[in-house]
């Protein structure tokens, strides 16, 4: 069997909500077009340029931010450093003027209303996500390249592969058997094992300078969205929440920097309900953020990026004398989790419904939390079994195409069955699972498979139309 490499920085993205294979794909997709566009002919020659959206990009793309996503990728930004305060500007200005700065080098007569097109009845057979770019230049020559968001920003060229980047890594990975084969052989952890692998990418100071920016963002992103009000874009009216469940938990008191929060919230107790209370606070920041076409990180998916945040600021809250080398090693650990799934079933909602985002995201801050805890290896793939057995079938159903209802309180929950999966796993002898970690990434691919694509991220079964948008204000 032929070992897929996957970084951990493949799987955390920095990149803007709401949605990884909804808009960081696209966004990705519009960046590589324009790459290979200036590789064929100059942008100088660009007569005329049509994008067509297919599938679930075309169904719940609006809601997602396709259309906003590749404006902004053919304008040649970037979405890890695209300044969000200037996002509503940028894309007003291209549709009232009715023009593209194309890679911001070339002013292109562009009409999104005409010249992006939403197909909503076509589908391509390889993936849900399809997304086509198709030019004109002034000599009557025509490029096309058609380009699939395959989930947690991961996007493939047509005619590409889906492996990732070819580097030979000392510990070849596919499924949980073969992490537990190189654990025991070694006798090192999930982390250990994973940073040697990253070792075979980069210098080992590299990578834990880019975990901590990782980190970093979700910290900023957190500490954003617990202070931050207001209602939620879009048409639902949802409301943000977290703002107002931060003031409560702290009876009102205010804090400027986000050290100071977070001792606050230390100095409130080890009650069960309060615990509860944050750790949903802290996942309902995250989404409400990633909601707003904030800076989030995908964990594995904008969809699913409270989760890990949230059980990562459970464990340094709550736990005593949590270091940087911790939180590097939760996240190094998480990432593998995610790319066990991702190479044996898959991290696309569109591809296998919530489970492969809340699901997979919950199992990784399982097994994550559980080795950071103490437990051993095959405690810490217990955890992430019983998260994700626990999430098996779930539908993704976005209301009004949004990632906001359901979307937003699947984080809590995914973050509440994340830890007490690690609990379950750090009071149980690994000898008393009865379902292995790959079992039941089998059975989710499965599922997906099985599941009717109307419950696939499309906004066409489920909650999303069996709650009419007129009384679906939050």
């Known amino acids: 069997m032929a070992h897929e490499a996957i970084s951990v920085f493949d799987i955390f993205k920095i990149g803007i909500g709401p949605s990884s294979s909804h808009t960081l794909g696209p966004w990705r997709a519009a960046q590589r077009f324009l790459q290979s566009l200036e590789q ?9 340029l049509k994008v067509l959206l297919y599938g679930s990009l075309a169904k719940t793309g609006k809601g997602h931010g396709t259309d906003v996503a590749v404006l902004l990728g053919l304008s040649g930004y970037d979405p890890v450093t695209f300044a969000v305060e200037s996002l509503q500007q940028k894309i007003a200005d291209i549709s009232d003027n009715k023009q593209l700065h194309l890679g911001g080098k070339r002013t292109l007569a562009f009409d999104p209303s005409v010249d992006l097109q939403f197909l909503m ?7 849900p996500n399809a997304l086509s770019f198709l030019v004109t230049t002034n000599k009557g020559e025509q490029f096309a390249e058609t380009y699939y968001s395959i989930g947690g920003g991961f996007v493939v060229k047509e005619g590409e592969t889906q492996s990732g980047v070819q580097v030979s890594i000392p510990f070849p990975i596919n499924t949980a058997e ?11 952890l999930i982390n250990e094992v994973v940073l040697e692998n990253e070792n075979a990418w980069r210098p080992e100071q590299a990578t834990r300078e880019g975990v901590l920016k990782i980190w970093e963002v979700m910290k900023e992103c957190t500490y954003r969205g617990c202070h931050t009000s207001g209602i939620l ?7 943000r929440r977290a703002v107002d469940l931060n003031k409560r938990l702290l009876k009102n008191k205010t804090y400027s920097t986000y050290t100071e929060w977070l001792e606050a919230i230390r100095s409130g107790g080890q009650h069960f309900q309060y615990i509860l209370d944050w750790v949903s606070c802290f996942a309902l920041a995250v989404n409400e953020e990633n909601a707003s076409f904030s800076r989030v990180v995908t964990a594995p998916t904008n969809g699913a990026a409270g989760v890990i945040p949230a059980v ?20 190094l650990t998480a990432s593998e989790v995610g790319s066990i799934f991702k190479k ?5 909602a569109a591809m296998g419904g919530c489970q492969a985002e809340i699901g997979v995201s919950s199992a990784m801050a399982a097994a994550a939390l559980t080795e950071a805890l103490g437990g051993s290896q095959r405690q810490a793939l217990m955890a992430a079994e019983i998260a994700m057995e626990h999430h098996l079938g779930m539908t993704c159903d976005p209301i009004g195409g949004l990632v906001q209802v359901p979307c937003i309180e699947r984080n809590t929950m995914g973050a509440i069955k994340a830890i007490t999966a690690s609990q379950l796993a750090l009071q149980s002898t690994p000898d008393f699972a009865k379902v292995s970690l790959d079992v039941v990434v089998e059975t989710m691919w499965e599922t997906a498979q099985d599941m009717n694509s109307k419950y696939k991220e499309t906004a066409e079964g489920g909650l999303a139309i069996n709650i009419p948008l007129s009384l679906s204000e939050c």
Not at 121 to 127: A, I, V
Not at 178 to 188: A, F, I, M, P, Y
């Open 178 to 188: 073969d992490l537990l084969h190189w654990c025991r052989k070694t006798g090192l």
């Open 121 to 127: 009845t076509e589908s391509l057979p390889f993936h």
């Open 40 to 48: 064929q002919t100059s942008l100088e020659d660009v007569k005329e």
């Open 233 to 239: 874009p879009g048409g639902l009216n949802v409301k």
């Open 344 to 348: 044996g079933a898959t991290i696309s």
């Open 312 to 331: 990562l600021h459970y464990y340094m809250v709550f736990f005593p004398d949590v270091t940087e080398d911790k939180i590097i090693q939760f996240l």
